[in-house]
């Protein structure tokens, strides 16, 4: 699976969201794509996931352009209000709707089992906004990819959670070497810390390929 944004610009009703912005990602591609706060993470993000429909430019999934494909296909991670589960739920609670909307069986036995396969059950009564980041993201990351439709995942900004960015880095390769397109929107410090190649917000990276 290729993603490709071509120019593409959002602009809302009173200012510029996203200035244009070129870049693309494979499967089994890593793109970390760097910007200051107000430049557009969220609104890349959304367009990237064929959840908004650029001002200007095209997003292209396998050189076509098909909102509908990228709905399905790319799984858009703890976007702040948009897909960021509410933070006073209970961990139990947000598994259960993820499993749901995945098409997964979703009851009380399918949650602990899901929970503790990944050691997560002695937090299944643990409000999200108390988990650890590092445990946040594992949590939403694992929830996306129990789609077996998800072919790619836009992480929008998991370092304003705080911590290491080198953790969610090294999840977000877990899933690039499972074969998945994955993209990171982070800020210029976090990509700065990490000390890897990177793509600009507001840029034209079209000549800048994901890490394998």
Request: glycine share 8%; aromatic share 2%; net charge neutral.
């Amino acid at each position: 699976m290729e993603i490709r944004a071509e120019q593409v610009e959002v602009t809302g009703a009173h200012s510029t969201l996203l200035r244009p912005t070129s870049l693309a990602v494979s499967g089994g591609e890593l793109l970390v794509v760097a910007g200051d706060p107000g430049t557009g993470h969220t609104a890349l993000a959304l367009a990237l996931s064929g959840r908004l429909k650029p001002s200007r430019g095209r997003v292209l999934v396998d050189g076509a352009e098909d909102a509908r494909a990228l709905r399905h296909r790319v799984s858009l991670v703890d976007a702040p209000e948009i897909t960021e589960p509410e933070p006073s739920v209970p961990v139990a609670a947000a598994v259960a709707e993820g499993l749901s909307l995945a098409g997964r069986r979703s009851g009380r036995r399918a949650v602990r089992s899901w929970l503790a396969a990944r050691d997560l059950d002695g937090h299944a009564a643990t409000r999200v906004e108390n988990l650890p980041a590092p445990e946040r993201l594992r949590l939403l990351v694992d929830l996306a990819c129990a789609d077996r439709r998800v072919a790619a995942l836009v992480l929008d900004t998991p370092d304003r959670h705080g911590g290491d960015p080198h953790v969610w880095y090294e999840l977000a390769r877990r899933e690039s070497r499972r074969e998945r397109a994955v993209l990171v929107l982070c800020s210029p410090h976090s990509a700065d810390r990490l000390d890897v190649p990177r793509a600009e917000l507001g840029a034209d990276n079209s000549t800048a390929g994901g890490a394998r």
